[in-house]
């Protein structure tokens, strides 16, 4: 019955049904799987200016009566995870240092950057969103006996380390037959492309557009919409990542690269009648011209002149930092706009936890189909830290993206 | 009684009390002065890429019965007015014809701007949001009779005019010892100010940033916080400006020009708690600097680190254009952030009409003191097309603010 656990607000887990009788007579078991010390890797700011990233040796905890101990198998980096991780270091000068079993990475953060890094400086930070695993331990109580050996999904942070302990009820239990690595990503990128289209309802848009399209996130989001009957209006930045999203079914597929994209924006706008934009980039012209775009097609359809410009309200949510340079608006497209910044979190807190419950309860019914992710490359903590694969990952570009796998590799 | 009709919804009035039973022993009375043909004021893009401001001559028409025929006696040259006026013109371009008494002005229209105006291309357009004036015609119902010989403000659009016929629902009679002067800008500055106000409180916020602070509106902001006991920063960019608001008893002015700006901004933030700025500027790195001071305050007063910055959320609505170049955003105040247009029409059908009404009432009441305007000249409509008239007020320069009075000079 542990199925009818699910995760909320980021920390808790709503129960939906009664537990089953079986767990009082397993109440007291314990693994024997809990090693001593096991790593961690750690993204530290030092006062001196400088990033240093590095696997740490701690002592694995001892779950409390409520508490089990999940020995981390998978773990993705996620574009949100690259901000605590590189903080706001210039990886281009990053160089390497310790063993190839203890790697150490450094590099050097801007002087000007420094300011915004002041409440982590000296504090040595454990870092990664979500992850999965298998409970290796499990204190007293009945919910957290429950889950002994079960593969587990949690959003708990510090997930980038060989074990984690949490409470019973922040573990979201996988169906049987899904892997640690296919429900390693189940909360962040699908409660996100779910939250976008759950704001788009309750603000009163009928379709969206998105930007960095065939990300990991879009391609979801793409299915998620088509599942769903939403127009979508897919912006990417080459021919490549066009073609991976028409091959999935996309309809509309703008490539910013090409000197028809507004032109192209402006129609797939017209067919959809998008007045809600999420944009991964950030910095630059786009969120602008999404607006313009926008209130070309609004003012199309209402043929006079308004002097204030369209009165329907157009809005673009930044979520993604892709280009941290800074956003451009030339603001030509009326009075009726607005931008503003957009997290998962905040939006699950606003709608509550009844709400984010049901997300939940559809990320995991279709966790194999519209919620799953596809890794380019599973890494072990020592790996992760090489600079080959920071050079990868730390691109953010599109179509990479890493799974780390903890449990490879040496023990701490 | 007519003094218990409100102006609403920018087009409405709502009655509040019963009608005298006067009116019907006036019905039918009919006041002489109605002139054949009067002069109105006209802007008109033309379609070879030429703004033409103009005077033409008009029929004065004959209130339908529940019209009434307004003698302009002042309408102000509100910054909302100059859009409509100038259109996408380049002012410095703008050259002089016709004679004194008819003068056009001739200006180019940049070629990437013409888009912008195709909705108004060969369409002589009148000005002027709101004025004040005269009832000197009146049609046979009983609301437009009693009104005849009265003072009465209305926001009707078209008041660069030297008569305007409109709904006797329209009028806002002015009490009797008001002048159209004073009377004249009782609608868009005076609940452009309370619009704020209301905004503040609606969305949760307790104090306010305002730029372009120095301004009529901006006096009039600032009297209306020191009454109502509203924390108000005051963003200036001369010491000059920093002076005016000073004498009438600011407390927060922040110089945009000294080099100290961004410091002494964050402290008056901290000091008044103001999560909320209404800025007039709109283009350039103003509106970003608000939203980054703001984070700087709200981090040091919650001292730990966050990753994604503060949780509350700040925003800025632009109402203005004083620059017209980009908005530049750094986006370096976390996620919770919002930018966007705020108009006082869309503000107003928001609130509904009983708030409108409710803030129309202040005005008012206070229309000698909280909302006085206050003009640095009156001119003629013949005058307000002469080129150094516009140099003048067509810079929209803090502190030059100028009244039509379309009733001097000669008649149409």
Redo the contacts between chains.
Sequence with gaps: MVEKYFWTNGARLLKLGTICERRFQEGGRMSSERPGMALQLRSLVKGSGELELSLVSIPVPVPGPDEVLIRVEATPINPSDL??LFGAADMTTARQSGTAERPVVTATIPDALMK?M???VD?SMPVGNEGAGVVVAAGTSAEAQQLLGRTVAVVAGEMYSQYRCVKAAQCLPLPPDTTAAEGAACFVNPLTALGMVETMRREGHTALVHTAAASNLGQMLNRLCIEDQVGLVNVVRSEQQEQVLRDQGAKHVCNSGVPTFMRDLTEAIVATGATLAFDAI??GALA?QILGCMETAL?RKSG?????GS?THKQVY?YG?LD?G???????F??????????LM?FLQKVGPEATRQLQMRVVAELKTTFASHYTREVSLAEALQLGEIAVYGRRATGEKYLINPSRGQTG
Tied chains: 1, 2.
């Design positions: 901000g605590l915004a002041a409440g982590r504090r950030g910095g602008g003012m006079e002149y308004q002097r204030y009165t930044i930092m941290t800074p956003t451009l608006l030339k603001r030509n009326g009075a009726a706009w607005g931008v503003g910044g957009w997290l905040p």
